[in-house]
């Protein structure tokens, strides 16, 4: 590695490819790689990466969710530690949220066509027989011995929701482990940087503007050493009868979520957390959401779609404050 003169700028370098169902993007301020060490480190980043596919993918048979999603048993079965992580986690989240976030939604997402398997004729009946099989209270985890134990044979988890903010952490903590400590990840659209970038200065993220139109930023943050993440209903639904239905779920009504929130960003120090949160403050909508966050000293912008078709702003406390101290960081 060239050694860094105080004052210049860093050189970028850039490394990406497919992951998870997506795409994941990494830039390293870090002055410059030789091949060798830029072969290493994607070699490392491919190697979390995979690892965090292994443990959690719904659409891989073999990964340790899907066989916990098939056993039968209603006994304790002992997970990893990095899966057992995500799904206390995922409780947490689903516990201050009053279950609007739950990963034992996976039913209600594959029967609306959002997982790995078609699309359910829904009626009714079929909605509740399902929604029998939602809660996250019917998953109970033993943190001593590292287990989780199904209330019933058919509970299905699904951790879509926060995996990819975990591989970001996963990353994160890889490189800085390695000593590349100034560096942005982003996988799915989830974020995390620490250090600085190239110009020496804070990273800047941009929050999108909520249009499935046109791709543009709405506003643009100046970050170090946090974590971001979006949700929103303007990339990912589909059409049906003349509606468009979110892939976000209310596993509360078992139904696609319905309210005036475009998105929510959320800002925390680690990437799971993020993302777990802001579909939780998704579900919830404008006003609920909002109050949660507000309750929780959670820092997060709300893009609400107005009747007229125009957006307006609503950010908490906590995001005012990261956003008027991150505006004052030289």
Not at 232 to 251: A, L, M, V, W
Not at 261 to 271: E, F, G, H, K, R
Not at 275 to 284: C, F, P, S
Request: net charge negative.
């Amino acid at each position: 590695i060239v050694p860094e003169s105080p004052g210049a700028p860093t050189s970028v370098v850039t490394l990406s490819g497919p992951t998870m169902g997506t795409t994941y993007q990494i830039k390293l301020a870090s002055g410059l790689l030789s091949p060798e060490d830029k072969a290493a480190i994607q070699k490392s980043v491919t190697s979390e990466l995979d690892k965090v596919n292994r443990a959690m993918s719904t659409y891989l048979k073999t990964s340790e969710l899907s066989e916990f999603n098939q056993s039968p048993s209603i006994e304790p079965i002992r997970l990893s530690n990095e899966t057992f992580e995500v799904l206390a986690l995922a409780q947490a989240i689903s516990r201050i949220s009053g279950g609007a976030f739950d990963v034992t939604v996976g039913p209600l997402v594959n029967a609306w066509g959002f997982g790995p398997t078609q699309a359910q004729q829904l009626d009714d009946g079929t909605l509740k027989g399902l929604r029998d099989r939602i809660g996250f209270e019917k998953l109970t985890l033993d943190s001593s011995n590292k287990t989780a134990t199904k209330t019933r044979a058919d509970i299905y988890v699904d951790l879509s929701a926060i995996a990819k903010g975990y591989a970001v952490d996963q990353i994160s903590e890889r490189l800085i482990a390695l000593e590349y400590t100034n560096h942005m990840i982003e996988v799915g659209g989830e974020i995390r940087v620490h250090g600085l970038n190239g110009s020496k200065q804070p990273w800047r993220l941009g929050i999108e503007k909520p249009s499935n139109e046109e791709r543009v930023v709405h506003e643009v943050l100046p970050l170090s050493n946090h974590s971001m993440a979006t949700s929103g209903d303007y990339r990912n639904f589909i059409e049906k009868d003349g509606k468009r239905y979110s892939h976000t779920i209310d596993p509360r009504i078992g139904r696609p979520v319905h309210h005036q929130l475009a998105s929510v960003t959320v800002i925390t120090p680690t990437c799971a957390r993020a993302d777990g949160l802001a579909t939780a403050l998704n579900v919830l909508g404008p006003k609920e959401g909002f109050d949660l966050a507000q309750r929780e000293k959670i820092a997060a912008l709300f893009i609400i779609r107005e009747p007229n078709g125009q957006f307006s702003n609503k950010a908490t406390d906590e995001f005012e404050k990261l956003r008027a101290t991150e505006a004052t960081t030289p």
